[in-house]
Nanobody, 126 residues
Framework: QVQLAEFGGGSVQAGGSLRLSCTAS??????????MGWFRQAPGKQRDGVAS???????IYADSAEGRFTISKDSAKNILYLQMNSLKPEDTGTYYC??????????????????WGPGTQVTVSS
């Protein structure tokens, strides 16, 4: 059974950094053929893709995250990270970690993902 859990959210000022972590049970992130992603949902808005990575593939990023955010897998732990730098107030929202079925490509489309964590809140103040 696949379960995901996010950690590392919090409140920061604009220009600051946060690193989000996603732990997984039911599969091993670094060995799995599942693609994984990070998504953000601001209050009253739809859930949008931020970054995604497939097994052995090049990460993809939303335009708003390109150059500021980095998605990565820890080779020693079963953790997916999202390093967020130069944060802006518009980055505020609940951040979700998600996983697709095995043998899938990276994607920024929420409907492509089958498994979701409960989310962690990120608040960026100006």
């Amino acid at each position: 059974q696949v379960q995901l859990a996010e950690f590392g959210g919090g409140s920061v000022q604009a220009g600051g950094s946060l690193r989000l972590s996603c732990t997984a049970s039911g599969f091993i992130i670094r060995r799995s053929s599942r693609s994984m992603g990070w998504f953000r949902q601001a209050p009253g808005k739809q859930r949008d893709g931020v970054a995604s990575i497939a097994s052995g593939g090049t990460p993809i990023y939303a335009d708003s995250a390109e150059g500021r955010f980095t998605i990565s897998k820890d080779s020693a732990k079963n953790i997916l990270y999202l390093q967020m730098n130069s944060l802006k107030p518009e980055d505020t929202g609940t951040y979700y970690c998600a996983a697709r079925s095995p043998m899938t490509a990276s994607s920024l489309e929420p409907s492509d993902f089958q498994f979701w964590g409960p989310g962690t809140q990120v608040t960026v103040s100006s």
